[in-house]
């Protein structure tokens, strides 16, 4: 890829040259052509008149098309994929479809969302089920996750919870792997994967990985509209996973309009009315990422430049990363050795956001997380780099 594709690349998204951006693991910078498919959308339903039944035919193909993009990036069939507002409500669907017993046992890793963490605790709560961690963390710079994992799966597991890409560390979670020792562990359990950074970043094919459940966002990475994710649902699974909330695009009806079935794939979990309009927001945003390269080639030009940061932040004799090795991921995390952590943490945050630079503190490690895309420069690496030399060399 050459860098002048690049820069004519980045010249999609209006508002990239206003600062340095490197929030994407929190959330994308949309494109000028995504925002526009947002508003002509929004146009569009006002001039159709908003409930009609053109409006009805247009939020169906909004919906489909999101659907089938989706589906198709992912390596995934349509009818597997249900959208969602954001990847804790697909966790939501998946942890509270299952139909827990009392005893039964849910495994976590230790480096998990709060948002996830809180779900659990509730199921806990109400279930009475037992709920176990297991420490992923220390395997950063060594030792096996996979090992670690399936070590602590016992005769009761129903539930494995883990994200694919650590939102801490940036760590890859070998998920193949993973779910095959899960599976041969016992077929009774199921596994929870939180996409929320490893969509937009990872090339995916979803039936080949082979997890029952796949929550993920599509304002991060992908750099859609705030608002919209999703959630796969292996086929072979669904029956056995039942709605929660409930709505009528849950549902087929008979002749006088009553529930007798739901619907047939993974517009079950679909509930009611939903911002339709953000979704060509979505859809046109995949289609500027795939517009410049396969997923394959856009994960391998995002750890090129994450490789880099990481380079560039061994040159800052205060700072350690935390990886002792280039990253895997577009997510970088790196700690401030000298002086009290927290507080210089919190202050380099925000001493970088008020020279127009973006990174976000993490509590846990504590630490500061920069993220690099596909159309990350060097030169905004190198502003970031020199900004943080300057401020914790004072
Ligand atoms: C790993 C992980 N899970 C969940 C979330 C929450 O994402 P959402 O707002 O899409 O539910 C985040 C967001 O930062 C995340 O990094």
Same mark, same amino acid.
Request: aromatic fraction near 6%; glycine fraction near 10%; hydrophobic fraction near 40%.
């Given at each position: 890829m050459t860098f002048d594709r690049i820069l004519t690349h980045r010249q999609e998204f209006p508002f990239l040259d206003q600062y +340095?951006?490197?929030?994407?693991? /929190? *959330?994308?910078?949309? %494109?000028?052509r995504a925002l526009e498919a947002v508003t002509q959308a929004q146009e569009t339903l006002q001039r159709i008149?908003?409930?009609s039944q053109a409006a009805y035919d247009y939020s169906l193909q909004l919906t489909e098309d999101l659907r089938r993009t989706i589906a198709g990036e992912l390596?995934?069939?349509?009818?597997?994929?249900?959208?969602?507002?954001?990847?804790?409500? /697909? #966790?939501?669907?998946?942890?509270w479809g299952l139909d827990w017993q009392a005893g039964d046992h849910l495994l976590i890793t230790d480096c998990e969302h709060q948002g996830v963490l809180a779900i659990v605790q509730e199921l806990q709560h109400r279930f009475s089920i037992e709920v176990s961690v297991c420490p992923l963390l220390p395997t950063l710079n060594g030792g096996d996750p996979v090992t670690t994992l399936v070590s602590y799966?016992?005769?009761?597991?129903?539930?494995?919870?883990?994200? $694919? !890409?650590?939102?801490?560390?940036? *760590?890859?979670?070998?998920?193949e792997p993973i779910v095959a020792g899960c599976r041969s562990h016992s077929d009774r359990v199921r596994i929870l994967v939180d996409a929320a950074q490893s969509v937009g970043v990872l090339p995916l094919n979803?039936?080949?990985?082979g997890a029952d459940y796949y929550a993920f966002t599509c304002h991060k990475w992908w750099c859609g509209s705030a608002g919209v994710g999703g959630l796969y649902v292996r086929p072979e699974v669904r029956e056995a996973l039942r709605p929660t909330f409930i709505g009528w695009r849950s549902i087929r009806t008979n002749a006088q309009g009553k529930p007798i079935a739901w619907e047939g794939g993974g517009k079950r979990y679909e509930v009611a009315t939903s911002a339709v309009l953000l979704y060509p927001g979505v859809?046109?945003?995949?289609? !500027?990422?795939?517009?410049? /390269?396969?997923? +394959?080639?856009?994960?391998?030009?995002? #750890?090129?430049?994450s490789r880099y940061l990481w380079e560039q932040l061994q040159t800052i004799p205060q700072v350690t990363t935390l990886r002792t090795t280039p990253p895997e991921s577009g997510l !970088?995390?790196?700690?401030?050795?000298?002086?009290?952590?927290?507080? *210089? $943490?919190?202050?380099?945050?925000?001493?970088?956001? %008020?020279? /127009?630079?973006?990174?976000r503190l993490l509590l846990d490690p504590n630490c500061i997380r920069a993220c690099t895309h596909y159309f990350t420069t060097e030169a905004e690496i190198d502003r970031l780099v020199a900004e943080i030399g300057a401020i914790v060399g004072k």
């Open positions: +340095a951006y490197f929030n994407y693991g /929190g *959330q994308g910078l949309m %494109s000028r008149a908003p409930f390596g995934a069939p349509p009818d597997s994929i249900t959208l969602t507002e954001d990847t804790t409500v /697909g #966790c939501n669907i998946a942890l799966l016992r005769p009761n597991t129903r539930m494995v919870v883990l994200s $694919h !890409v650590l939102w801490n560390t940036g *760590q890859v979670l070998p998920l979803l039936t080949t990985l859809t046109t945003a995949i289609q !500027v990422q795939q517009s410049l /390269g396969s997923a +394959a080639e856009r994960y391998g030009m995002i #750890c090129d430049r !970088v995390s790196f700690q401030i050795t000298s002086g009290p952590q927290q507080a *210089q $943490h919190r202050g380099l945050v925000m001493g970088l956001e %008020s020279q /127009g630079i973006l990174v």
